[in-house]
């Protein structure tokens, strides 16, 4: 064997295999639709959507996804979790018999590990009469539509591994993206935008050290078709949209034809699929030359929206102006929204920086479940808030009357899901007395993720790739869907 | 060439390929294949120069047959001669777009004057932009963009 044989590049594999070489040994290498692809079939699919054959495998709730990950960890003992008899061990070392010796992240060598309250207040609101922390008084005015869930938990401790297993379903890098899955299941509702889109704000808090990164909405082992489509965060969200001066519409279009007949040609010599995602994004682009300057084009939105998001909401790039834009993706049929909030990783001066953070998400998040709701567009989104975990009762650094700090917590932490067919003024699950442990109706990541597949109406047993010699899933082996969130 | 580059704030397009901020370390640079990549390469006046600059190679250097200029211009991008198919399709987009900027010679000025580079003057304006739409042509080309 000529050694540089070793050395197939993937090109080359996909050319023996174009001549007929070793289709079934391929496919036991690389993914159905890679295999499909190199043996010129493709996988069955719709249409109009492109959704896979035989999906949704039951009535969806939900057509859409808006998820609105708060990265960095929010603390759930200012939040969503109230926990009055906190005052009484204020200061004390946490009783083992609650930690019970459980690690920490960045607490290891701390000698004592004090119980810290919440510095802010608590309320009850709505019909519900859901408890929701003095730093939320937007949140606290929708929580009628709201099911909060107190008990979600999580594998991972540290930032990384929590927020790629939050959305890709494991804590190693290289599945595939939950807004992935949705968009190689269930196709696209909106020919001329990304069914996956993702966009990001920056922090409000002080300290703010948690790095994002592009693998999270990425498409893992599936075809990079599906991984998601990051805007930028200034006045334009997509760069370049205009063609040069000069260049005609017919002229660009002519000239992607023959982008688009000579990649085909590459194409059918290597029956790569990057190249078919290559000649489909494309197309995508030139679509999006139309579809996002008016997908941006807020002038006709009144001054009483803007006003509803909150001062951020004109000025773009922010979490304010995200929220916005979601909504008109929304409205737009895009699969999944993805948005991410940086600053949440409160391990010193908890006080100063989650109010900030508080102060500028709470309004425009409000605001967003609110203009879904008025458009009768909650019904059928799945709206989804919180963070990767939840944080240390006890203080990481001084513990003083107004100042503390709390490290990463992943036994139980707070989010919430609302419209999409989720109950509206629930409460999910309940914790002990610090917030340490859950006590009751543990929802476990991959039980989220169950649950937000069924409200799509995909079985999460069922929608599987084959890669590796095995059919994987968002939820791996895991998951239960949490029949208490179903309306 | 020479872009300004902010410490963890990389130059739009270098993003738009998955350039690192630099915040932290990237072991592996994530591989994303997206619609606003397709975008700069089109229309970034920095593509849209090189189109032009690679139009004027071909025309200066490729000889003086219209075949061995799409050749040359070719094979400077994908390092292979293009087979009799694919020049078929170079061929035809360079006579629709021949013609069409002879009738639209204001047009063809604007076009060539994206980019900081003066276009070659000794070159006719209609052809020149006719060959840079084929040049652009070839630099979106899947094989261009990836290393294989």
């Known amino acids: 064997m000529n050694p540089l044989d070793l050395h197939l590049t993937r090109r080359q594999l996909f050319g023996l295999s174009a001549r007929g070489i070793g289709i079934a040994a391929l496919a036991s290498l690389v993914g159905d639709d890679l295999a499909a692809a190199a043996a010129g079939r493709a996988q069955a699919r719709d249409a109009q959507t492109g959704a896979l054959a035989g999906l949704p495998h039951f009535a969806p709730k939900a057509t859409r996804v808006i998820f609105l990950h708060q990265s960095g960890g929010p603390s759930q003992l200012e939040t969503f979790d109230y926990k009055p008899l906190l005052a009484k061990y204020q200061g004390t070392q946490i009783p083992d018999s609650v930690r019970m010796g459980q690690r920490v992240a960045q607490t290891m060598g701390q000698s004592s590990l004090p119980v810290a309250r919440s510095l802010f207040g608590f309320s009850r609101h709505g019909r519900s009469g859901t408890w929701v922390g003095d730093l939320l008084p937007h949140t606290a005015k929708i929580v009628d539509d709201l099911t909060v869930i107190k008990t979600m938990h999580t594998d991972a401790i540290n930032h990384d591994p929590a927020i790629t297993f939050i959305q890709t379903g494991f804590q190693q890098p290289g599945r595939p993206s939950m807004g992935a899955w949705f968009s190689y299941g269930l196709g696209s509702e909106n020919q001329n935008l990304p069914a996956f889109v993702v966009l990001l704000s920056q922090a409000h808090a002080i300290n703010a050290d948690q790095p994002l990164f592009s693998r999270l909405w990425g498409s893992g082992f599936l075809p990079s078709a599906f991984q998601g489509v990051r805007f930028r965060g200034g006045s334009s969200p997509v760069l370049f949209l205009d063609d040069p001066p000069g260049i005609s519409k017919v002229t660009r279009r002519v000239m992607l034809d023959a982008v688009k007949a000579l990649n085909a040609m590459t194409a059918e010599a290597y029956g790569d699929p990057e190249i078919e995602t290559r000649i489909a994004q494309y197309e995508m682009a030139y679509r999006m030359q139309t579809s996002v300057p008016e997908l941006m084009d807020l002038s006709k939105e009144p001054e009483s929206i803007f006003e509803m998001y909150g001062p951020e909401s004109r000025k773009p790039g922010t979490y304010a102006a995200n929220c916005l834009l979601a909504r008109r993706l929304a409205e737009r049929n895009v699969r999944f929204i993805q948005l991410y909030h940086r600053g949440w990783d409160q391990h010193q001066d908890l006080p100063r920086d989650l109010a900030l953070q508080c102060r500028g998400t709470d309004q425009p998040t409000a605001a967003l479940v609110t203009d879904l709701k008025q458009r009768g567009l909650l019904d059928d989104t799945l709206v989804v808030w919180g963070g990767e975990f939840g944080r240390t009762v006890f203080s990481q650094g001084k513990l003083t009357d107004v100042n503390y700090g709390r490290d990463h917590h992943p036994r139980n932490f707070c989010m919430w899901v609302a419209g999409g067919g989720t109950k509206r003024g629930a409460v999910i699950g309940e914790t002990d007395d610090f917030s340490y442990n859950v006590v009751s109706d543990p929802v476990s990541v991959h039980d989220l993720q169950a649950t937000i597949l069924h409200l799509l109406g995909i079985d999460h047993t069922k929608l599987t790739y084959r890669f590796q010699g095995r059919d994987f899933r968002l939820t791996d082996v895991h998951g239960d869907v949490v029949k208490t969130i179903l309306a | ?148």
């Open chain 2, 1 to 148: 060439m020479y872009t300004l580059w902010k410490r963890t704030v990389p130059p739009a397009s270098l993003s738009t390929f998955d350039a690192p901020d630099r915040e932290k370390c990237a072991a592996r640079r994530a591989h994303t294949n997206t619609p606003l990549q397709a975008l700069t390469l089109l229309n970034d006046p920095t593509f849209v120069e090189a189109a032009r600059a690679l139009a004027q190679r071909a025309l200066v250097e490729g000889g003086r047959d219209e075949k061995s200029r799409l050749a040359h211009a070719f094979r400077l991008a994908t390092a292979r001669k293009p087979s009799g198919k694919e020049m078929g399709v170079l061929r035809a987009l360079l006579k629709g777009r021949r013609n069409w900027f002879r009738k639209n010679q204001a047009a063809a000025m604007t076009f060539l004057s994206v980019g900081e580079s003066p276009r070659d003057a000794r070159l006719d304006a209609a052809e020149l932009a006719a060959w840079t739409t084929v040049a652009s042509v070839i630099l979106n080309l899947d094989e261009t963009i990836t290393k294989q």
